[in-house]
């Protein structure tokens, strides 16, 4: 369901932010952090924990408003309540041929301090016109 979105998401954001294409991984974890997430969440969760090759990062999210009035039942303990948000980032983000995963290493419904989605960059999707179209 989030990929759906985030394919949908991404006209609209760009459409309304202005934002040129980014040139790099780093450039384009800020404009998530600090554009995107503003936009829609009206929060500003902070980049950290970069690989050393610059292809991860983590995105700590020291308050997530998807959880907020929300408890997991002890029958759903191994819930990931918000996943969807690493479907929407992922599925904004092959719209802009890039390829990336999402996955959530830290959440507060399950009792940590914060909620951290790591993203790590797996290649650049190239653009593939049919044959005599160029």
């Given at each position: ?5 985030g ?86 983000l ?10 959530f ?30």
């Amino acid at each position: 369901m989030g990929y759906n979105i985030g394919v949908r998401l991404i006209e609209d954001f760009l459409a309304r932010s202005n934002v040129g294409r980014c040139h790099d991984f780093r450039e384009t974890a800020d404009v998530i952090a600090k554009v995107a997430f503003k936009m829609y969440l009206g929060i500003t969760p902070s980049i950290t924990n970069w690989s050393p090759a610059g292809d991860e990062f983590s995105l700590i999210l020291e308050n997530n408003p998807l959880v907020d009035f929300v408890e997991l039942p002890d029958n759903h303990s191994s819930l990931i309540y918000s996943n969807l948000l690493c479907g929407v980032l992922r599925g904004a983000l092959e719209m802009v041929q890039m390829a990336v995963e999402a996955k959530f290493v830290q959440d507060t419904l399950k009792g940590d301090g914060v909620t951290e989605i790591r993203m790590r960059f797996i290649r650049r999707i190239e653009d593939n016109l049919p044959a005599g179209e160029e």
